[in-house]
């Protein structure tokens, strides 16, 4: 179990693409992901209701499994991951994981079903000077409805190791450098596509 620390922010398409070509002028980028990231829950949202969220990411080589809590703290989640080499596409029935919160929720493997997909490329920066190594990440997400399909825009800062404050320092030079045209938020991706896909 771990704690994951990251700030998001969110913006429209042509700031996303004018400060992610301010980071191709300024850093190498590191590498860029194909993910398919399903998100699951029971049909009465028992795990939503307990702020919990189920999913599979998965990757070119490998598929990874999470369960994410939140914490008191805006930008803390608890997250547990387990890594699958053989890139399943659905829940890995005898994940250790996936039991302890089918135990905890009081739910059987057949009660949990998808909830939405999000189908992201992410072109991956690693910062790494003064006591922190962090990664921006630029995350061009297409959330699939059964209505339609949305478009997200997020650029998302993660602690890789060393210091919360020098993090919070690069954080805030970003804010000062963007202003109002990026918004800071602390409500998780599928928390934002289930109030877009809800076709009600």
């Avoid at 890995?92 to 079903?113: C, F, K, N, R």
């Avoid at 320092?169 to 896909?197: D, R, W």
Wanted: a negative charge; proline letters at 3%.
């Amino acid at each position: 179990m771990a704690i994951e620390m990251e700030v998001k922010f969110r913006m429209d398409a042509d700031t996303w693409a004018k400060i992610k070509s301010d980071y191709d002028r300024e850093r190498d980028l590191h590498h860029i992901e194909r993910q398919s990231n399903q998100y699951y829950d029971t049909s009465d949202r028992r795990l939503g209701a307990k702020e919990i969220g189920l999913r599979l990411r998965v990757l070119e080589d490998r598929s990874i499994l999470a369960v994410k809590r939140s914490t008191d703290e805006a930008h803390k989640r608890i997250e547990i991951e387990e890594t699958y080499e053989d890139a399943p596409e659905s829940l890995p029935p005898h994940s250790p994981a996936l039991q302890e919160l089918m135990t905890e929720v009081g739910i059987q493997y057949d009660d949990i079903a998808p909830l939405v997909m999000l189908r992201t490329e992410r072109f991956i920066y690693e910062i790494e000077e003064q006591g922190v190594k962090a990664e921006v990440c630029f995350d061009d997400v297409s959330i699939v409805g059964t209505c339609r399909e949305y478009k997200l825009y997020e650029i998302e800062f993660e602690l890789v190791d060393g210091s919360e404050e020098r993090l919070y320092q690069i954080v805030s030079s970003f804010k000062n450098q963007y202003g109002a045209t990026v918004e800071e938020s602390s409500i998780p991706k599928l928390v934002y596509a289930l109030n877009l896909v809800n076709c009600d």
